[in-house]
């Protein structure tokens, strides 16, 4: 998603002010939920909303701004219009001192006397509940990083690069196996993203006779950031391969769709 140009397109001030409906309202939520970015920018709209309805509403006429931007969001809602390529928001050179005046006032008025939209969303409770998510996350991402810092620096992990096969010579992985806890942990930084419809699938070997076992697919490795995947291994491999195949698996390997290939080193 270019989350970029879903910023510009306007649809976030729409959102803070109340005026979309409700299924758009669920939409903008969930993409606040999977895109940081766009959460920070909801934030900074409603912290630039509270900035300047504090400075200018004692000192206005509200009952004709109010009718103004009443009049504004029915209109709004008639055309739903929304371009698509609008500049970077900004209060000032957006709208000038003027529509500046009509709308951070109307959202003031929109954000305490709407009840429709109260009974919707509270955005106050919605920026909270994703705030704890963002640092729900961080705390899990740093519980992993020193997990994977200690499994590193442990002498008895045994380290296996898997070398590309092929075709796909170019690609590369690495097993770090922690016998002691029956685990792996692959970095697949290495490999491209699977087509649609395809998985990789991660392969414990013994070589006399070649003998594979699956160790199960990387159904996430396009979400997943890092591309370090934890996966449980109680068998006693003498090597790992890496192959492609269709989404849910094989029951054996795909072997000219094998990507990567590394034996354990006997010593």
Same mark, same amino acid.
């Given at each position: 998603?270019?989350?970029?140009?879903?910023?510009?397109?306007?649809?976030?001030?729409?959102?803070?002010?109340?005026?979309?409906?409700?299924?758009?309202?669920? @939409?903008?939520?969930?993409?606040?939920?999977?895109?940081?970015?766009?959460?920070?920018?909801?934030? @900074?709209?409603?912290?630039?909303?509270?900035?300047?309805?504090?400075?200018?509403?004692?000192?206005?006429?509200?009952?004709?701004?109010?009718?103004?931007?009443?009049?504004?969001?029915?209109?709004?809602?008639?055309?739903?219009?929304?371009?698509?390529?609008?500049?970077?928001?900004?209060?000032?050179?957006?709208?000038?001192?003027?529509?500046?005046?009509?709308?951070?006032?109307?959202?003031?008025?929109?954000?305490?006397?709407?009840?429709?939209?109260?009974?919707?969303?509270?955005?106050?409770?919605?920026?909270?509940?994703?705030?704890?998510?963002?640092?729900?996350?961080?705390?899990?991402?740093?519980?992993?990083?020193?997990?994977?810092?200690?499994?590193?620096?442990?002498?008895?992990?045994?380290?296996?690069?898997?070398?590309?096969?092929?075709?796909?010579?170019?690609?590369?992985?690495?097993?770090?196996?922690?016998?002691?806890?029956?685990?792996?942990?692959?970095?697949?930084?290495?490999?491209?993203?699977?087509?649609?419809?395809?998985?990789?699938?991660?392969?414990?070997?013994?070589?006399?006779?070649?003998?594979?076992?699956?160790?199960?697919?990387?159904?996430?490795?396009?979400?997943?950031?890092?591309?370090?995947?934890?996966?449980?291994?109680?068998?006693?491999?003498?090597?790992?391969?890496?192959?492609?195949?269709?989404?849910?698996?094989?029951?054996?390997?795909?072997?000219?769709?094998?990507?990567?290939?590394?034996?354990?080193?006997?010593?």
């Amino acid at each position: 998603m270019d989350t970029k140009a879903y910023i510009d397109s306007g649809i976030l001030e729409l959102y803070v002010a109340g005026t979309l409906s409700e299924k758009e309202n669920q @939409e903008v939520y969930n993409l606040m939920m999977e895109h940081p970015e766009i959460l920070q920018e909801v934030l @900074e709209i409603e912290a630039s909303i509270i900035k300047l309805t504090s400075a200018v509403a004692p000192s206005t006429n509200k009952n004709k701004i109010f009718k103004a931007v009443k009049d504004h969001v029915g209109f709004a809602r008639k055309s739903k219009v929304i371009p698509m390529s609008k500049p970077k928001y900004n209060w000032i050179t957006y709208t000038g001192w003027a529509a500046a005046v009509i709308l951070g006032t109307g959202m003031f008025w929109l954000i305490s006397q709407n009840k429709q939209l109260q009974s919707d969303i509270q955005i106050a409770d919605t920026q909270q509940e994703l705030l704890e998510i963002q640092i729900e996350k961080s705390k899990n991402s740093l519980e992993e990083a020193n997990t994977l810092i200690t499994v590193l620096r442990d002498d008895n992990i045994t380290q296996i690069p898997l070398a590309g096969q092929g075709s796909f010579a170019s690609t590369y992985a690495k097993v770090y196996w922690d016998k002691s806890s029956k685990r792996i942990f692959l970095d697949a930084q290495g490999l491209p993203e699977p087509p649609e419809g395809k998985v990789y699938q991660v392969w414990s070997l013994k070589l006399s006779p070649l003998t594979p076992t699956s160790l199960g697919t990387i159904d996430n490795f396009i979400s997943d950031e890092n591309k370090i995947f934890e996966i449980e291994n109680l068998n006693e491999s003498e090597a790992f391969g890496i192959t492609l195949e269709p989404a849910g698996g094989s029951e054996t390997p795909t072997m000219d769709q094998l990507y990567t290939l590394g034996v354990v080193n006997a010593s």
